[in-house]
């Protein structure tokens, strides 16, 4: 299960420490606007509902305190070959093209323990900064 603050669902952005603390920077800077997760590891196996448009959640910073209210603003489900550079670049990560994202997340979803194919669904997540709560490195 995902974490709580109040009664909003919490995530956070990456792998803990620098990788972290870059994504949580390109959140509050505007530059990111999207994140993908794996149905069956962040959803499925986490006991969670997909987003909502409209459903608001809390971003955590690197110390686990809450950093920003963000809304979501679009949700899709892709296969992982599937998944469009419209939404590798609001990924906001610098990813040059669809397959710069593709291996980019393969390498850290492989790096986090995680076995994925072509076929495995991607749950993609736009959202937006509604309140900044806390300060980030």
Known sequence: M???????RAFDLGSEGAMREELNRLVLAGEKGATA????????REGE?????????ILLGTDG??????EITRI???RFADVSWE???AEGEGFTSVEDWRAGHLDYWTGEGFT???DDLTVCVWF???EIMGSDR
């Open 87 to 89: 939404f590798a670049a």
């Open 128 to 130: 937006r900064v509604v």
């Open 116 to 118: 994925v194919t072509d």
């Open 76 to 78: 899709e489900t892709h």
């Open 49 to 57: 509902a997909l987003d909502e448009v409209g459903e608001q959640q």
């Open 37 to 44: 997760g794996l149905w069956e590891h962040d959803y499925e």
């Open 65 to 70: 305190a809450p950093l920003a209210l963000v």
């Open 2 to 8: 995902w974490p709580r603050v109040g009664d909003l």
